[in-house]
């Protein structure tokens, strides 16, 4: 069965801090999709990212980055610097494929809640 | 372009009245999908089009049906409301594709039922 983690409830840092948000994945699938989303105080959920089972490789946007390793199942996402405006609800996402095609179930982990302090 | 649309944005009804929720979308997405948002539970799939003409349930569909009117536009019913389908809804739409298939969101529904 298909289950994602977020193990991390809630993390506080300061601004300028490093943090990585954990996310853990389970699947029998061989190709599948992996998403980080983010939501705001103002409830919106934002895309951030789409990752496919067959590249691995990591990836670099500002101050957003994302590790990929298959070999533990994991999908962390680490902001640089954090500053105020990245307090949000971040939930990660597993939607299996089917050739081409969604089956149209996304699954969601239950969400790390940061707070970034001034 | 404004993406996915949602009506309305908060609704509040008694236990046992219906309601619709609608949800359009501008961006000639084939797949169109409705969630609902609990505290501490993340997003839950209710029901789900893959195409215009086709529905399917999702994992929480009980006490939901669900149009699918044309391509642009998924709407959600609640023929008998519950308090327990006190939530946030949300719409959401992709483009089913190896490299595309990216659900992108409406801004929600906060419905409470008393």
């Known amino acids: 069965a298909q289950k994602v983690t977020q193990a991390q409830t809630e993390i506080s840092v300061v601004e300028k801090e490093d943090v990585t948000l954990d996310c853990v994945y389970e699947t029998r699938d061989t190709t599948y999709y992996l998403f980080w989303y983010k939501q705001p105080p103002s409830g919106e959920l934002v895309f951030l990212i789409r990752?496919?089972?067959?590249?691995?490789q990591n990836e670099i946007s500002g101050r957003y980055s994302w590790n990929f390793q298959k070999s533990t199942s994991s999908f962390n996402f680490t902001i640089t610097a954090s500053q105020v405006v990245d307090s949000a609800v971040y939930f990660c996402a597993l939607s299996e494929a089917d050739y081409g095609g969604s089956q149209g179930n996304l699954i969601f982990g239950k969400g790390t809640k940061l707070s970034v302090k001034p | 372009n404004a993406g996915v649309t949602q009506t309305p944005k908060f609704q509040v009804l008694k236990t046992g009245q219906s309601m619709t929720l609608q949800c359009a979308q501008d961006m000639n997405h084939n797949s169109m999908y409705w969630y609902r948002q609990d505290p501490g539970m993340g997003l839950r799939l209710i029901y789900y089009s893959a195409s215009e003409g086709t529905t399917d349930k999702g994992e929480v569909p009980n006490g939901y049906n669900v149009s699918r009117l044309n391509k642009r536009e998924f709407s959600l019913r609640l023929e008998s409301a519950a308090p327990s389908q006190t939530s946030v809804y949300f719409c959401a739409s992709s483009e089913p594709g190896l490299y595309t298939d990216t659900q992108y969101f409406g801004p929600g529904t906060r419905l409470t039922v008393l």
């Open positions: 990752r496919n089972s067959f590249d691995e």
